[in-house]
């Protein structure tokens, strides 16, 4: 099994950046297609990006493309979302996922591996 700890929430304002970690543990990323989802208040959990596991291949939810940006150190075992140009509309907590299936992230969301989470708050 993976283990999997998400780090670097926090509070920021209209604008600003944040760089979110997820470390794994257990078992090489490098086995896995990894992602980053988010919920915020009151709704349900949603896909933000994909990294396939050489990271030749990314994609984004709408809503983030242009400002966020996946990427994977699998000598650190580590997953990052780079997020810049922050909206109110970002707040969430974002979970990171780990799944050898590709197909699971664009179909039911039925992921084998989940963080517990880390708060990402926007303020205007």
């Known amino acids: 099994q993976v283990q999997l700890v998400e780090s670097g929430g926090g509070l920021v304002q209209t604008g600003g950046s944040l760089r979110l970690s997820c470390a794994a543990s257990?078992?090489?990323?490098?086995?896995?297609?990894m992602g980053w989802f988010r919920q915020a208040p009151g709704k349900e959990r949603d896909i933000v990006a994909v990294?396939?596991?050489?990271?030749?291949?990314?994609t984004y939810a709408d809503s983030v493309k242009g400002r966020f940006t996946i990427s994977r150190d699998n000598a650190k075992n580590a997953v990052y979302l780079q997020m810049n140009s922050l909206k109110p509309e970002d707040t969430a907590v974002y979970y990171c996922?780990?799944?050898?299936?590709?197909?699971?992230?664009?179909?039911?969301?039925?992921?084998?591996?989940w963080g517990k989470g880390t708060l990402v708050t926007v303020s205007s």
């Open positions: 996922a780990a799944d050898t299936d590709y197909s699971k992230y664009y179909t039911n969301y039925d992921i084998d591996y």
């Open positions: 257990g078992r090489p990323i490098s086995t896995y297609v």
């Open positions: 990294i396939r596991r050489t990271g030749g291949y990314t």
